[in-house]
């Protein structure tokens, strides 16, 4: 079965100083892994995906994940972070039941950027 | 075209109003879907179309009814809705059915729904 924990609720940083938002995710498979990013009253957008060519995974807006198959994390970063970056971050794995794939959420991480 | 479209953006029904939310989108994606999102909470699936066919409910009470009249668009019918149902309801595409391998969702900007 798949799981995926989001270890933080809530994560406070300073303008320009580094971002990360950590995600452990549980599979019997080899997992499909996406960090999608929801901005106050908006639909979700696709940060990044893992597609097992690279274990280090560069997406949108500066963002980056590296998938460490011994941690089973998939941890986002971002070296500085921007006021505008002040959103809700979901990691997400894929679910594999017979022909019945769908995504399976985290509970979500907020990322709070003071000035 | 790379976006999912939703409209309206926001509804407003009473409990004994019928009303349709509309999803589009044009980029040949073969499974589409509705979510429920309640404040500070991640999405809910609710049902899963693949080839314009219901192929996943979660257990939705009737009250709400989808459609996939075509490839492209994908409707939920509302009708005698609760309070309760007050939520971000969100459409997304893929272009892969569901279980495909890094089959990514696109999703629309949602429709934020209150029932009074």
């Known amino acids: 079965a798949q799981s995926v924990t989001q270890l933080d609720s809530h994560v406070s940083v300073s303008e320009g100083t580094p971002v990360l938002l950590r995600c452990n995710y549980s599979?019997?498979?080899?997992?499909?892994l996406f960090w999608y990013v929801q901005h106050p009253n908006k639909g979700l957008q696709l940060l990044l995906k893992?597609?097992?060519?690279?274990?280090l995974v560069k997406g949108i807006n500066g963002f980056e994940a590296e998938f460490k198959k011994s941690e089973t994390s998939f941890h986002l970063t971002k070296p500085s972070a921007h006021m505008s970056d002040a959103a809700e971050y979901f990691c997400?794995?894929?679910?594999?039941?017979?022909?019945?794939?769908?995504?399976?959420f985290g509970k979500g991480t907020k990322l709070s950027v003071k000035p | 075209d790379t976006e999912v479209t939703q409209t309206p953006k926001h509804l407003v029904m009473g409990m004994t109003n019928k009303k349709s939310l509309k999803c589009e989108q044009h980029?040949?994606?073969?499974?589409m879907y509705w979510y429920k999102q309640k404040a500070k909470k991640p999405p809910e699936l609710m049902f899963v179309?693949?080839?314009?066919?219901?192929?996943i409910n979660e257990s939705v009470p009737s009250r709400f009814s989808p459609e996939c009249p075509n490839s492209s668009l994908l409707n939920l019918h509302l009708h005698a809705l609760q309070p309760e149902d007050s939520a971000l309801y969100l459409c997304?595409?893929?272009?892969?059915?569901?279980?495909?391998?890094?089959?990514?969702?696109?999703f629309g900007p949602g429709t934020r729904l209150t029932v009074l």
């Open positions: 980029m040949g994606h073969r499974a």
């Open positions: 179309y693949s080839y314009e066919k219901l192929s």
């Open positions: 997400v794995v894929e679910y594999y039941g017979g022909s019945q794939g769908n995504l399976i």
């Open positions: 997304a595409s893929s272009q892969d059915l569901p279980g495909q391998n890094y089959n990514e969702q696109f």
């Open positions: 893992y597609t097992s060519a690279a274990t």
């Open positions: 599979s019997s498979y080899s997992p499909s």
